[in-house]
Nanobody, 119 residues
Framework: QVQLEESGGGLVQPGGSLRLSCAASGSEFSRNGMGWYRQAPGKQRELVAT???????DYRESVKGRFTISRDNAKNTVYLQMNSLKPEDTAVYYC?????????????WGRGTQVTVSS
């Protein structure tokens, strides 16, 4: 079992910044692939950014150059630094952990944190 707890969401004006954090417990964090997803009202959940256990990162096209995902294995925490925020970034942001078992990969999710970009 993996427990994930997000924090850092809130209301920010367009052009502003936020840093989301996701604290993980219950597994060997450094071995897990981690990611951030988001879901806006009336839309499907979408991938925002991922980071592998070796530190390789990937981003959806619309956030490249504005968002940065990082991890601190000593603190069992993954971060999402969001700069130059736009109203279309408004969504609930979810932390994801991919835990590799012997034959399958299991997804774990946090409860989400709301990010609202509005003037």
């Amino acid at each position: 079992q993996v427990q994930l707890e997000e924090s850092g969401g809130g209301l920010v004006q367009p052009g502003g910044s936020l840093r989301l954090s996701c604290a993980a417990s219950g597994s060997e964090f450094s071995r897990n692939g981690m990611g951030w997803y988001r879901q806006a009202p009336g839309k499907q959940r979408e991938l925002v950014a991922t980071i592998t256990n070796s530190g390789t990162t990937d981003y959806r096209e619309s956030v490249k150059g504005r968002f940065t995902i990082s991890r601190d294995n000593a603190k069992n925490t993954v971060y999402l630094q969001m700069n130059s925020l736009k109203p279309e970034d408004t969504a609930v942001y979810y932390c994801n952990a991919k835990v590799a078992g012997r034959f399958v990969v299991i997804d774990y999710w946090g409860r989400g944190t709301q990010v609202t970009v509005s003037s």
